[in-house]
């Protein structure tokens, strides 16, 4: 079966959209090792803000973290298409990462993980409980959500993070790589 056409492409995008070197990002926010590449992209991101560079980030759940579902169905609420606004939620999250990575919810259940869900949306960005809930639940999130899973298959991306510049997936950086790292990579490209 043919994956379906999406309302919009999957990830979402800071940075020039037509710039000369894109760099997609398949993060897990439940994944440590996205966690700890999130800093450096984002201090990627300052370092080029007047260059032709931009970051995608596609958000997929792996399927050995359960809590990622629903962690990812709160960003996607709360960002409701704003790619600042995910970014900005995102490190929100990986920040508290261990308040719901494995360990933690090894006896807790899914509302427990809902209402962690709602309560960093509610501390991050003042939203309003129930409304939040519900936003979750919409089905324009959940496909929203979806997207960037089914997007990944089609790249052949299994693990997180996983970084293509350019499109190649060929590259020589990962979640250990530091910022002068990717720059050795990425300035001569520019």
């Not at 494995?102 to 309003?128: I, M, P, S």
Request: one cysteine or more; proline letters at 6%; glycine letters at 2%.
């Amino acid at each position: 079966m043919a994956i379906p056409i999406p309302q919009q492409p999957s990830g979402f995008l800071l940075g020039d959209p037509a710039a000369k070197v894109t760099i997609d990002a398949f993060v897990d926010i439940q994944c440590p090792h996205s966690k700890r590449a999130w800093p450096t992209l984002l201090q990627l991101l300052e370092h080029y803000k007047n260059d032709s560079v931009s970051l995608r980030v596609h958000l997929i759940t792996l399927s050995n973290h359960r809590q990622a579902w629903d962690m990812s169905l709160g960003l996607f609420a709360l960002a409701d298409g704003d790619a600042q606004r995910f970014f900005d939620f995102a490190t929100y999250m990986y920040e508290r990462q261990d308040q719901y990575y494995n360990g933690q919810f090894t006896d807790k259940t899914h509302n427990d993980l809902r209402n962690l869900v709602v309560n960093f949306a509610e501390q991050h960005a003042a939203v309003n409980p129930d409304e939040f809930l519900k936003e979750m639940d919409e089905h324009d999130v959940y496909i929203n959500a979806r997207t960037p899973i089914r997007f990944a298959a089609t790249r052949a991306v299994w693990a997180t993070p996983t970084l293509f510049i350019n499109n190649a997936d060929n590259v020589p950086v990962n979640h250990e790589t530091t910022l002068e790292e990717w720059r050795a990579v990425i300035d001569p490209l520019l």
